[in-house]
């Protein structure tokens, strides 16, 4: 997982991902990652409008949208 978040960082993408905070509870996230430091990222949050900080190991499960190419 931290790979693909690194790679993801690397090539400036936007990620959607659904989050389990300390609390239980579970939320869609639309994020953007700055930085990767050891068992957490940092990322800001489109849907929070502010920087946040998610641990990698235990909360992360990024949604994939297989992408459609146009052929002209």
């Known amino acids: 997982m931290k790979k693909q978040l690194i790679k993801a960082m690397q090539r400036n993408q936007l990620l959607n991902l659904m989050y389990m905070a300390k609390d239980g509870q579970v939320s869609k996230r639309r994020i953007k990652i700055i930085k990767v430091v050891g068992d957490s990222f940092q990322a800001y ?3 929070r409008l ?3 900080t ?3 190991d235990s ?3 990024p949604i994939v949208h297989k992408e459609r190419s146009v052929v002209c």
Request: charged share 15%.
């Open 54 to 56: 998610f641990m990698i």
């Open 45 to 47: 949050c489109f849907n």
């Open 59 to 61: 909360a992360v499960v």
């Open 50 to 52: 502010a920087k946040r």
